[in-house]
């Protein structure tokens, strides 16, 4: 009797003969390889888009030159010129713009060397995939500018056509000279990308004798490193000589964060997943006990009897992790542009239009899939050996023999619990640079406490039912009365549907909870930082955002503060500076004026101390994740690289800023326009004298500067709104993950009572016969599953309740490297409760309608 024989004779007819079981098996472990997938593919897609760009805009240059992100002197080009073994080296400028009519979208902007550029990169203003018809005409005029086809198609624009571009400068026009094909540069940044000569993009950028940033090639015979070491002499500390490569791993890191927990979120559906291919091989063990027994009667081992349950569990698996990359590859498609906008709003600009994937990664979900249904299958296929022959084909009453937990189940989830109890108690008292005070810590204190109250199930569930019994049963009539007492039958595997429930339940209460506390620790702080009543931003709602922001003037303070109404007008200005390889956030702001008006949370420090000590001075304040990272207190000075050279500043305060996860830190306005030697803003705050109508004042700001700006001014309480959007895109992929995993659950309920019919086809004819009808026999199968579900729902959203506060110490006390207070989402509790009652009732109507559907004659046909 060979597996092989087994498999096609036996498992294959059972299979199909039990299709309804095996597609909803199946579905489990198809929607958590789904999720898997389709993370995996956004992923990957947005890194990709981010290497792409970099590659298409660098070219040939194996090498490039970065400083402050407001630039740096050109002076600096011809120090790397002159290094031996560099064989091109070509500056660039690379900022943002935006259109006076059209999209509100902005566009990169490109500022070459016309002459030089050809060097580096794969085009010339003359090459075929440029139609320029007249390229002298692009180089006399600075009013120059070439657009890609896309670009321009997509704005309605054409050749020759002029055109209102907001730059640093206010509105300015162009003439577009001609049209680039989707190639080389022309198709970075999915082709929002304009190119300009560099020296009419330094006067419209405001970047006057100042570069972004050189591209380098070497010679053949020289060696990569050796020529990148001459050139870092070369040049003054503070610059940053690396492959485009490095860039790329610059913005890998920066996201990182956000794309593990979107990992997380995947692996928890394939858990769920698990949870429905237990309960269903298990259903199986029992369905086929008499089967079973005549197999091992006939010489098969137990050995091939595990194989066999395995075998099918295989197939199953293989098939749905099949289905579910096609499944995922859609859901990808749909999410894209979403994870996409979340990217850019958080961390750089990227398109991410074209879904990029590898077969690596779909043969890595389906492996994982199918292991994890392999692994889940393995307890019950072991328990399938344990059953006597004897036993099994005299038919004798049911037992679960190996299925049930059992006593040392018990004992494992107490054990479990306790041990996520005391890796937490460790976690809360360890020193902040203790390997402690890590997110595997806080992940796995998570993953013990889930799997231990999972093994309680069985415990709660019977507590469960008692209490309905002596509370509400009677009040349901025989419906009621019978419901529990079936549900006590078969406790362990009732108990794993109500584990899946609790999963997928825990799950969504923990999300939401830390999404609505993240939500509030973030307003609250945007309430701290921002009191003004207006918001001036240019090119983008949130000035602060990702890689669209458009500065504006510095000294269109004073322009400002001319309008009626207007109070004052307090500069912001934003950029990210390089220290150690990390891109670290800067903030500059007008102290005196940001103290007066705003409260920021001080965490080590003195508030009293920040108006004597930042004004004019060489000072900083730095968030708590820096501080903790460099190990920074009040009175240490930490040395920052600025356009002269490294210099050391003094740090005032720690406080919590929630504004970038890579670490923050704010310094006066007028001592970074005396070192940096930059005077722009990328918002500012307008107070509105007492009295003064604040919609009268926005109106007139902007009827102020209508022909000079495309200016964006905003009520404090829309920018509040355009803040919270862009925190709820952050967590979508959540939100529909947590909705698979009750899907996932829904399923094994509905696995559970088909299963529960099937065995009582006698009881239920019993009923039928006695006088039961058929709208009671739907009612008591329908009460068992509310039962499941309410079971499920409550032990989940009690659990969730500390897995929320689990996650939110892992997401932000570790990754953002910020304190935020844990906020329980009520509202989430009682949606989750009636979801999972809804899901239950949902999910009990197939087997319900197969119960009242029961044939009195066939079921008591042995009688």
Sequence with gaps: MTFTNLLRHISLKHLILKKGQTLIAAAGICLGVAAMISIDIVNNSVLRSFEDSISRITGRAVLQ????????????????????????????????????EGSERSFAVLGIDVLQDNNIRSYSVTDESADIPDPLLFLAKPDSILMTREMAAREGLKIDQKIQVQTVQGLK??????????DGPAKAAGGDIAIMDIYAAQIAFGKDAKIDRIDVSILREETLDAVKERIQAALPQGYNVDTPAGRTRQIENLTARFRKSMDVISFMALFVGMYLIYNAVSISVVQRRKEIGVLRALGATRGQVIRLFLGETLLISLVASLLGTCLGYFFAKLSISIVAQTVSDMYARTSAAELQFSWLHFLKDICIGIGASVAAAALPARASARIAPVSAIRSLPFSTDGVSLGRAMKIASISLVTLSGLLLLAYKSADQSSPIKSAATTS?????????????????????????????????GASGRLAGLNLEKNMSRNAVAVAAVFFSIALSVSSSSMIYSAQRGLMDYIDSVERSDILVT????????????????GDMKHDLEQIPGVRSADPFRKLFINIAGKRVLLETVDTVRWLEHNICTVTAGRFEDLGRLLPNQDNILVNESFAARYRLKPGDTFELPTPNGPMRFGVTAVIVSYASDSGVIIMDGHTYGRIWQDRLADMFSIYVKPGENIAAVREAIQKRFSTERKLFVLPSLEFRQEIKKMVDRSFVMNDAVNILTLVIAGFGIIVTLLASVMERTRELGLLRAIGMKRSQVSGLVITESLLLGAAGGLLGSATGVLIGWINLEGFFRIDFGASITYHIHYASIAWALLLSAGLSILAGFYPAKRAAKTNIVEALSYE
């Design 65 to 100: 030159v970065t400083g402050a992100e407001s630039g740096f002197p050109e002076q600096m080009l011809d120090r790397v010129q002159t290094v031996p073994g560099v064989e091109y080296a070509v500056p660039v400028i690379e900022t943002n713009a935006s259109l006076a």
């Design 173 to 182: 026009t162009f003439m577009i000279r001609g049209l680039l094909d989707p």
């Design 444 to 476: 796995s204190a998570m993953l013990l406490l889930l799997l231990g109250v999972s093994l309680f199930t069985p415990v709660f569930l019977r507590w469960f039912i008692a209490r309905f019994h002596g509370n509400v049963a009677s009040r349901l």
């Design 538 to 553: 240019s090119g983008h709602p949130l000035a602060s955002a990702g890689a669209s922001n458009i500065p504006m003037p």
